[in-house]
């Protein structure tokens, strides 16, 4: 599975942004998907997950009501939906596949990845 991450860009605090992640490959609906997010000096962090059939989803507490992870496996994408952005959430953001559990937070359980886009928000 090859991911391309985009839809970042430069967001004023208070406002909302929208990423995607294009998958290829026709094994993408098998995967579950993640949301990680790389802050300049800080280790990458998990922010969102969901099950390869949409069934379940699960949330850091920086992004719990907040930010909202979906996908379309029709069309092979994934989305995280960002609102009430703060500075805080600025970051490189990246989406990412496995087979494993959904739910896991480590980068390293997660196998493919795509190469990020950035969100910056101003205060």
């Known amino acids: 599975v090859q991911l391309q991450a985009f839809g970042g860009g430069l967001v004023q605090a208070g406002g909302s942004l929208r990423l995607s992640c294009a998958a290829s490959g026709r094994t993408f609906s098998t995967y579950n998907m993640a949301w990680f997010r790389q802050a300049p000096g800080k280790e990458r962090e998990f922010v969102a997950s969901?099950?390869?059939?949409?069934?379940?989803?699960y949330y850091a507490d920086s992004a719990k009501g907040r930010f909202t992870i979906s996908r379309d496996n029709t069309k092979n994408t994934g989305n995280l939906q960002m609102g009430r952005l703060t500075p805080e959430d600025t970051a490189v953001y990246y989406c990412a596949a496995n087979l494993g559990y959904y739910n896991a937070i480590l980068p390293a359980t997660w196998t493919y990845w795509g190469q990020g886009t950035l969100v910056t928000v101003s205060s």
């Open positions: 969901i099950t390869w059939n949409s069934d379940r989803t």
